[in-house]
């Protein structure tokens, strides 16, 4: 084994496993660790309901699990010609440890399909990395407008 990698999950069978509203509140937990990792904390209440429109509307949602124990998740959605990926969080303590390297490797492997182009968006240096390293490059141009109506 990988001196660098010392996350006990690794050596241990780790679940891949749909997820299903009665996952809700571990859904919650690791969204809003995802959303405190980008300084836009998010209540309990608006994650699940962002997360319930997003299973109403045909995400797929997956937990990564070793016992009792969930390590992560992801979420996306059949696009047609490609998947959006718009969740992928490792859960806090089980980071930085190449846990999330090994698990998108599954989840393309296993759910996704390897043949499958993905399209993601991401921000922070940390996110970008972690992207790069799994082979994701640029793609388009995203903009953004605040909603506030003022074009300026």
């Known amino acids: 084994?990988?001196?660098?990698?010392?996350?006990?999950?690794?050596?241990?069978?780790?679940?891949?496993?749909?997820?299903?509203?009665?996952?809700?509140?571990a859904l919650v937990r690791l969204y809003g660790q995802l959303?405190?990792?980008h300084d836009a904390p998010v209540d309990d209440a608006a994650a699940a309901a962002k997360i319930g429109a997003?299973?109403?509307?045909?995400?797929?949602?997956?937990?990564?699990e070793?016992?009792?124990?969930?390590?992560?998740?992801?979420m996306w959605r059949e696009m047609g010609d490609h998947v959006m990926l718009s969740t992928f969080v490792i859960a806090e303590g089980h980071r930085g440890r190449g846990l999330g390297t090994l698990l998108f490797a599954r989840l393309v492997a296993e759910s996704i399909g390897p043949d499958r182009p993905i399209r993601l968006e991401a921000d922070g240096?940390?996110?970008?990395g972690f992207w790069r390293a799994?082979?994701?490059?640029?793609?388009?141009t995203a903009l953004r407008r605040d909603g506030s109506g003022d074009p300026a």
């Open 66 to 74: 070793r016992g009792e124990a969930v390590l992560g998740t992801a």
């Open 134 to 140: 799994q082979g994701f490059v640029p793609f388009g």
């Open 35 to 37: 959303m405190a990792a």
């Open 125 to 128: 240096a940390p996110a970008l």
């Open 54 to 64: 997003r299973l109403d509307v045909g995400f797929t949602a997956i937990l990564f």
């Open 1 to 25: 084994m990988d001196a660098e990698i010392a996350d006990p999950a690794i050596v241990q069978p780790v679940l891949l496993r749909r997820a299903t509203r009665p996952d809700m509140a």
